[in-house]
Nanobody
Framework: QVQLVESGGGLVQAGGSLRLSCAAS????????MGWFRQAPGKEREIVSA????????YYADSVKGRFTISGDNAKNTVYLQMNSLKPEDTAVYYC?????????????????WGQGTQVTVSS
């Protein structure tokens, strides 16, 4: 079992930045590929970014490319999502997820574990 706890969400003005953290406990963090997803009211959950275990490969949704950066720190069992140049359309609940796989995973249904989510609100 892996427990995931997100933090770092909040209210920010358009153009601002936030850094989300996802702390993992339980099994060895380094065996998991990680992903960040978001869900806005009335919309389906969507992939934001993903990273392979070891950090060799990353994925970004087109809507966040050039603005968001995913990274991991195995020593701290934590994955981060640095979000810059935030837009009102980035407003959503952000979730981190873990998959016991070497693959770079973008499909939500393939992830094994999920955090409880953290709210990000971007005002215009």
């Amino acid at each position: 079992q892996v427990q995931l706890v997100e933090s770092g969400g909040g209210l920010v003005q358009a153009g601002g930045s936030l850094r989300l953290s996802c702390a993992a406990s339980g099994r060895t963090f380094s065996r998991y590929g990680m992903g960040w997803f978001r869900q806005a009211p009335g919309k389906e959950r969507e992939i934001v970014s993903a990273i392979t275990r070891g950090g060799g490969f990353t994925y970004y949704a087109d809507s966040v490319k050039g603005r968001f950066t995913i990274s991991g720190d195995n020593a701290k069992n934590t994955v981060y999502l640095q979000m810059n140049s935030l837009k009102p359309e980035d407003t959503a609940v952000y979730y981190c997820a873990a998959r016991d796989s070497a693959a770079l995973t973008v499909r939500a249904t393939l992830y094994d574990y999920w955090g409880q989510g953290t709210q990000v609100t971007v005002s215009s």
